[in-house]
């Protein structure tokens, strides 16, 4: 039964007239029922024992005062165990419409081609220690009485260490933009008051924290801009000039804490240090520095790999691998629906809508699956899966999403003079050598259809999602 639509863009997919949860479908199905029931019992509980039930109303900081008077450790850590890339050059901003792009995508979901159970948030080791003995009852009273762990929100950005206190794009003028709902950490204590050693990841539905985000993922966009002082000497496109004006290899994705009244202050989004203070030298949370490659180093397309670490300064010994089932070149319908040699170029990729039954399948494809629809909107985009051959995989926009936007019909290169140029025609080199990406001139004089007149067209390399996740 094919995936029809998608009834919201975070809880739910539509198969066939059956609503099933995006994501616990697959990494809480056998337990997500044996959770709730503990859960009603203890909520239970902690009424009888001081009518006390969690609140989460309060996101003005009234009541915030980020007191490094309390003594109680900070309680909380959280960590990923997906992140993606999509090289798309106009992938940004615009995320109100829901196109289906973005620059990167993390999120903790435990399944797919991730090693289960080592991602999304958790009590820390220092709360843990300190109450070790103490009943869920208690250890849900301290959480709430304690003013450093009230109303916190998940929070994520550029940053560089020791710079804590904002992150990169601060300002209105940029181009940076993090999107993604509040994500409330109170709306997982009692889970974690009753699951002190176990990392939580994804509760969609969970009827005592209605009209709370819990969904541990996020999404930054970036809308790409030519360097003219990157691009000289070679030709580059938009993306890889902007990974190195931008210097983005030098910049992790931090994911942190910040109480919810501080967040909402402005783009600057400090994260939150263990005392519950905020400095600029020291923030509770995890980075993760994407690694670029590509066919051509001049041409950076894809992820290579992922580098995990503390933002505490303490190591990581986590392992994360980006495998090839998981990178797609992302292919124009038009190539694939076009004759002459579009078609050609384009011809091993084979898309379809994804299955409920697909993604549930236990093999290797299935899991490759789950991972893809953790990243992509399966109401958008097409997947193509060669689990043979890796260089043939690919997503297509569905007809009905109008004209793909990845590849412009304005795309700028620098010429052998150094200076900007650009042409209406643009033609994609989806081959597995890409042998465009390495010409430093990527025009050529050629018809645009089969016996047609020359015309100057441009040529470009195919952009690619590409997923990389955690293993250990």
């Not at 999120?107 to 958790?122: D, F, I, R, V």
């Not at 560089?160 to 206190?165: I, Q």
């Not at 579009?342 to 290797?364: G, H």
């Amino acid at each position: 039964m094919a995936l029809r639509s998608k009834t919201d863009y975070n809880d739910t997919y539509n198969y066939g007239g059956c609503i099933l949860p995006k994501k616990s479908f697959f990494a809480l199905l056998g337990h997500y029922k044996a959770y709730l029931i503990t859960t009603i019992s203890l909520f239970i509980c902690i009424i009888s024992f001081q009518n006390c039930t969690p609140d989460v109303a309060l996101e003005d900081g009234s009541e915030e005062n980020t007191s490094l008077s309390d003594e109680t450790p900070f309680a909380f850590d959280v960590s990923i165990d997906h992140f993606a890339l999509m090289t798309c050059q106009k992938a940004g901003l615009n995320h109100a419409k829901k196109d289906g792009q973005f620059t990167y995508k993390w999120g903790a979901y435990q399944n797919g081609m991730a090693s289960t159970g080592l991602a999304g948030l958790k009590l820390s080791d220092d709360f843990k220690n300190r109450y070790q003995h103490a009943v869920p009852a208690k250890l849900f009273t301290v959480l709430e009485e304690s003013e450093k762990n009230k109303n916190l929100e998940i929070t994520s950005g550029l940053y560089t260490a020791g710079e804590y206190n904002t992150r990169k794009g601060d300002n209105k003028t940029s181009v940076y933009r993090n999107h993604h709902n509040s994500l409330q950490v109170n709306s997982y204590r009692m889970d974690l008051s009753l699951n002190r050693n176990k990392t939580l990841a994804y509760f969609p539905g969970a009827p005592m924290a209605t009209g709370l985000n819990r969904s541990i993922e996020g999404v930054m966009f970036r809308r790409t801009l030519a360097n003219e002082s990157v691009m000289v000497g070679a030709y580059k496109d938009e993306f890889t000039a902007t990974v190195n004006h931008d210097r983005l290899a030098n910049y992790p994705v931090a994911i942190g804490f910040g109480h919810a009244s501080e967040l909402a202050k402005s783009e600057a989004k400090p994260l939150i240090s263990k005392d519950g203070g905020y400095t600029n030298n020291t923030a509770v949370g995890r980075s993760y520095l994407p690694i670029f490659t590509g066919v051509r180093s001049t041409h950076l397309r894809y992820l290579g790999s992922v580098r995990e670490s503390n933002l505490d300064g303490n190591s990581s010994f986590s392992s994360w691998g980006c495998p090839a089932q998981l990178r797609l070149k992302i292919v124009q319908r038009e190539d694939i629906e076009a004759g002459e040699d579009r078609q050609r170029r384009a011809s091993f990729c084979k898309p379809s809508l994804v299955t409920a039954s697909a993604l549930a399948a236990n093999d290797s494809k299935g899991r490759a699956l789950r991972s893809i629809a953790n990243i992509l909107d399966l109401s958008i985009w097409e997947v193509g899966l060669d689990m043979n051959n890796s260089a043939n995989n690919c997503i297509v926009r569905r007809s009905n999403f109008g004209l793909d936007t990845c590849y412009t019909k304005n795309n700028p290169y620098v010429n052998s003079q150094g200076k900007f140029e650009s042409t209406d025609v643009i033609r994609v080199d989806y081959s597995n050598n890409q042998s465009i990406c390495g010409s430093s001139n990527p025009i050529r004089n050629e018809p645009y259809i089969s016996g047609g007149p020359n015309r100057k067209t441009f040529y470009t390399c195919p952009h690619y999602v590409s997923i990389c996740v955690k293993y250990k």
